[in-house]
DNA sequence: TAATTTTGCTAACACGTGTCAGCATAGAAG
DNA sequence: CTTCTATGCTGACACGTGTTAGCAAAATTA
């Protein structure tokens, strides 16, 4: 490993032309006027020096790094987005790799952020980053949006001019609910995780009620209960749900982590899932297929979320601007057994 | 954004210095004499136009990138190493900040792997690589070793002189299996998981066969099941234990995702966990915690493992060879209740 | 006063690449 | 034969920084 690193003059002289053509040669300049004798030799002195341009140089000179940062901003909802990250990386990653950029994991804790940012964007480390977890509070994400720096939001902010990537949540819970309303349920009620904070919350709320006036039902109160992210803020939910009269035969929680604890105190209470009540959660965490019963619920394309992100922000570097940049990608509802059967 | 990029002389014309002087103060470069004030000068001016210098110009001249590469090269085992993948990233990212490194995510699967290292360590995108997921028969690995590529592998490869970072997976197994022993139970099974294509499972045996020959127990090969990484193979596994005449009263299982499917397998022929058979598995993945009951398992400190990788990649890029260059953290038996009370 | 050392700073080179302007040579056109 | 154009290649500059060698002025010593 101590053995002289290749230089494009090496490639150069071994192939007995100029640095110049070695550069036109391997970038596949266009209009550049190469005899295929010529191309063949440098391509093959290449080869065999196992010759790679030096990152460093051709950064400095391009004035592109070619690399994009991912950059984690999450807070309570970390073993959320924990659970995903390894598919959501692997989809930035995959994107990535298309238009030859690199992928800089970088969290930057909302505490000590102090600085973070300008060193990666004006130290010139990345080309653009990929924001995970944003929040509405973040002064620091704020001045970056409003100084046009090239960011793309995995999630979403309302009322902010900023390229986004996220799901389609008031289709999903349309997905979800209307499902339940195909078993033959009428009785249908929801658990909402932290919709304060988390704008995707009130979205999947929205979804929920336009289905169920669709289908003629009424949106009665007393069968919305809210969650914040953690599994006992579920169970506390579900004891309250529980308590309606008459009570509900199914109902649809928008985040699986909570369905978990709702689960535990439906058990709890004596009621068997799905013959007493119906369950569709929110997410599809890995955890939810080992559930008892498995859960049926909204898979959250992690990976696609991840391709897409990437692909945005890529494209928006190369500011090929008129790129519709609010991506909404669609879910998949996975049957498993909470649902229960049909009723009909 | 379009704003244009502050360099270094642009702080050495507000601070009415020379760039060298700049780069002196900025670097705190040892043994060059700078007045107190002129140095107050340049820090004001830096800070006042938020002066950050440009990584590619300054990886260029130095010659050291101060990136390490954490590359994924998983095959089956995908479902646990996504489980802890966040952690342990987090770990390198924190330790490798405190050297002022960053970190990319570069997975290079087993198939196209087609130059991707070469690219990497060769094209200079990288000063390290930490191996996640090495395995026995990867041919590429085993030349960048022999190259004496700097590397830290993040596990454990046999017959190969390589520094690494693993678990001490004999001490853990013996912790697991006492502490059984310590409850009562003297008919002990275990379930190993892939014990030919992964040293752990070897290592785990091992420990668990030592501490029950110290107190005393026989190992009896009717006690000891083999399954592969997946949830079914452990329901297949404990089937066959619990045919096993007389029964175990406990069984130790490598890993959390197999226990998993081996309590289904219980529960299903009728048997309860853990007044029946107690339980205790290895990993602590997220999920142990929510199963039915609550598993006992070896709480595996990905965070550390992280930690520990990128500090001792980074000492070896630095040339402090004299390291120990395999490191062998501690676990932790995490006690919930698939291990049940006390039998005395 | 003259010689020497110390202090505080700077000019100039190097890192390895991409790329613009230009230069021979060969062929075509006049 | 001369002039022009296309072909195939190269010399030289630029990117922004770290760093070595060195220089003037001030301080110290002789």
């Known amino acids: 490993m101590t053995r002289r690193r290749v230089h494009s003059w090496d490639v150069a002289n071994l192939a007995g032309v100029s640095r110049t053509t070695v550069s036109f040669v391997l970038n596949n300049?266009?209009?550049?006027?190469?005899?295929?004798?010529?191309?063949?030799?440098?391509l093959e002195a290449a080869k065999q020096l196992d010759y790679h341009p030096d990152a460093s140089a051709r950064r400095l000179v391009t004035g592109k790094t070619s690399i994009l940062g991912y950059v984690e901003r999450q807070s309570p909802e970390h073993a959320l987005s924990d659970a995903f990250l390894p598919q959501v990386l692997r989809g930035v990653h995959d994107s990535a790799a298309t238009?030859?950029?690199?992928?800089?994991?970088?969290?930057?804790?909302?505490?000590l952020s102090k600085g973070r940012?300008?060193?990666?964007?004006?130290?010139?480390?990345?080309?653009?980053?990929?924001?995970?977890?944003?929040?509405?509070?973040?002064?620091?994400?704020?001045?970056?949006?409003?100084?046009?720096?090239?960011?793309?939001?995995?999630?979403?902010?309302?009322?902010?001019?900023?390229?986004?990537?996220?799901?389609?949540?008031?289709?999903?819970?349309?997905?979800?609910?209307?499902?339940?309303?195909?078993?033959?349920?009428?009785?249908?009620?929801?658990i909402v995780h932290s919709p304060?904070?988390?704008?995707?919350?009130?979205?999947?709320?929205?979804?929920?009620?336009?289905?169920?006036?669709?289908?003629?039902?009424s949106v009665d109160p007393?069968?919305?209960?809210?969650a914040s992210f953690t599994s006992s803020s579920g169970e506390h939910a579900m004891r309250k749900l529980l308590k309606a009269i008459p009570r509900p035969t199914a109902v649809?929680?928008?985040?699986?982590?909570?369905?978990?604890?709702?689960?535990?105190?439906?058990?709890?209470?004596?009621?068997?899932?799905?013959?007493?009540?119906?369950?569709?959660?929110?997410?599809?965490?890995?955890?939810?297929?080992?559930l008892k019963p498995p859960l049926t619920t909204i898979h959250l394309p992690a990976y696609g979320i991840g391709w897409?992100?990437?692909?945005?922000?890529?494209h928006l570097i190369d500011k090929d601007d008129a790129l519709e940049t609010n991506v909404l990608l669609d879910t998949e509802l996975v049957v498993r057994e909470s649902c229960g059967a049909s009723r009909i």
Chains 1, 2 share one sequence.
């Open 99 to 111: 238009y030859n950029f690199e992928v800089l994991f970088a969290p930057i804790p909302l505490e």
């Open 29 to 42: 300049v266009p209009g550049m006027r190469i005899s295929a004798d010529t191309r063949q030799r440098v």
């Open 308 to 314: 897409a992100a990437a692909d945005l922000l890529i």
């Open 222 to 226: 007393d069968l919305i209960a809210f």
């Open 117 to 190: 940012f300008s060193r990666l964007l004006q130290g010139h480390h990345v080309d653009g980053i990929i924001l995970s977890g944003p929040r509405s509070d973040d002064q620091e994400v704020h001045q970056l949006i409003e100084a046009n720096a090239p960011i793309v939001l995995q999630g979403h902010l309302p009322n902010m001019q900023v390229a986004s990537v996220d799901v389609d949540n008031v289709k999903s819970a349309k997905m979800a609910t209307s499902h339940l309303i195909r078993k033959g349920h009428t009785r249908i009620g929801m």
């Open 252 to 290: 649809f929680i928008s985040s699986d982590t909570v369905a978990i604890g709702a689960m535990q105190a439906v058990q709890e209470l004596g009621y068997h899932i799905p013959q007493d009540l119906a369950i569709v959660g929110f997410d599809d965490i890995p955890m939810s297929v080992y």
């Open 196 to 217: 304060e904070a988390f704008t995707a919350g009130e979205a999947r709320l929205q979804g929920y009620q336009e289905t169920l006036e669709e289908h003629g039902l």
